[in-house]
C-alpha cells in the first residue's frame, strides 16, 4: 500500500562527506583527503561510526599519528582538520576542544637553493616533450603542479604574455606571467594538440566533462577548441572539475 512505503536510506558517511565538500566548493585533492583521513579514523576505532566515539578518541587517534605512526606535522594537521570538518559539518557534532594531543614535531630544515648553473644544467636534460614543459612552467612561472596540469589553451595569451590561471587555490582565478623562453615550446605543443583533436573530432572522442552544469548550459563546449589543451590522453577528471572547460595543455587531469 502507498501508505506503507519505506523511507529511503540516507546516504552513506562517505558520501555525505563527498557531498558537504562540493556544497562548499572545496576542491577535489580537498575531498579525497578528508575521505581518506575518515576511513582511516572509523578502522583504527574498529570500524565504529564516528557518531558513538567522542573527543576522547579523536584525541587518541591524533596522537597516535603523532607516536606510532610518526607522521608529519602537516599531516596531523591535515588529520585534524578532516576530522572536525566530519564531525562539524557532516555530523552536526561539537567535539571538546582537544587539548591533549601528542603533536607531531615540526623540523627545522634549510632549503637546498640551487644555483643558476645547476637549474639549467637540470632543464638541459629535461624531455622535450608535455612533461618536460610542465616541469619548465612550474618553474618558471612558479605555478601550482594543479594549476599547470589544468591549464587550457584558451588561458595562454600570447599578445599579452600572460597565463590565465583558473580555479587555483581557494577557488580563485589569478594570472602570471608567460615567459618568453617557453613560448616557441607553448605553440608547438598546442600546433600538435590542434592536430590530435581534429582528428578526435572525426572520430567522436574528444568530450570533457565540465563544472557546474555548463554542459547543459553550452552544449558545445565540451568539443570546442577554443577550450581544449594540447595533450591527447583521455582527461578522467570528474564532472566538478575546477578549471573552466577543456581539455588540459599538457597532461590529463587526475
Known amino acids: 500500500m502507498p501508505g506503507n512505503t519505506t523511507p529511503p536510506k540516507p546516504p552513506k558517511l562517505e558520501e555525505q562527506i563527498r557531498q558537504a565538500c562540493r556544497v562548499r566548493h572545496y576542491s577535489l585533492a580537498t575531498e579525497r583527503a578528508y575521505v581518506r583521513w575518515y576511513k582511516d579514523f572509523v578502522h583504527w ?7 558513538t566515539l567522542g573527543g576522547d ?11 606510532a605512526r610518526e607522521v608529519a606535522a602537516s599531516t596531523q594537521r591535515q588529520a585534524l582538520a578532516a576530522i572536525l570538518f566530519l564531525y562539524r559539518q557532516v555530523l552536526g557534532m561539537h567535539l571538546p576542544w582537544l587539548d591533549n594531543i601528542t603533536r607531531a614535531k615540526q623540523p627545522v630544515r634549510l632549503p637546498r637553493v640551487l644555483s643558476q648553473a645547476e637549474v639549467r644544467a637540470i632543464f638541459a636534460q629535461l624531455p622535450r616533450t608535455s612533461a618536460g614543459l610542465a616541469v619548465a612552467l612550474t ?4 605555478m601550482r603542479q594543479s594549476d599547470v596540469l589544468r591549464l587550457r589553451v584558451q588561458d595562454l595569451d600570447f599578445d599579452r604574455r600572460v597565463i590565465t590561471i583558473r580555479a587555483g587555490k581557494g577557488d580563485k582565478d589569478r594570472t602570471t606571467m608567460l615567459p618568453r623562453s617557453l613560448e616557441a615550446g607553448l605553440r608547438a605543443q598546442i600546433a600538435t594538440r590542434a592536430k590530435m583533436h581534429a582528428l578526435d573530432t572525426m572520430r567522436g572522442m574528444v568530450d570533457v566533462e565540465l563544472p557546474h552544469a555548463l554542459a547543459v548550459k553550452y552544449p558545445s563546449a565540451p568539443r570546442a577548441w577554443s577550450g581544449s589543451g594540447s595533450s591527447r590522453q583521455t582527461t578522467t577528471a570528474p564532472a566538478r572539475a575546477p ?3 577543456g581539455a588540459t595543455t599538457c597532461t590529463p587531469r587526475r
Not at 57 to 67: F, G, K, Y
Not at 139 to 142: D, F, K, L, N, Q
Request: aromatic share 12%; proline share 4%.
Open 243 to 245: 578549471a573552466w572547460s
Open 45 to 51: 576505532a574498529g570500524l565504529k561510526h564516528p557518531a
Open 57 to 67: 578518541r579523536v584525541e587518541a587517534w591524533l596522537s597516535h599519528l603523532a607516536t
Open 139 to 142: 618553474y618558471a612561472t612558479g
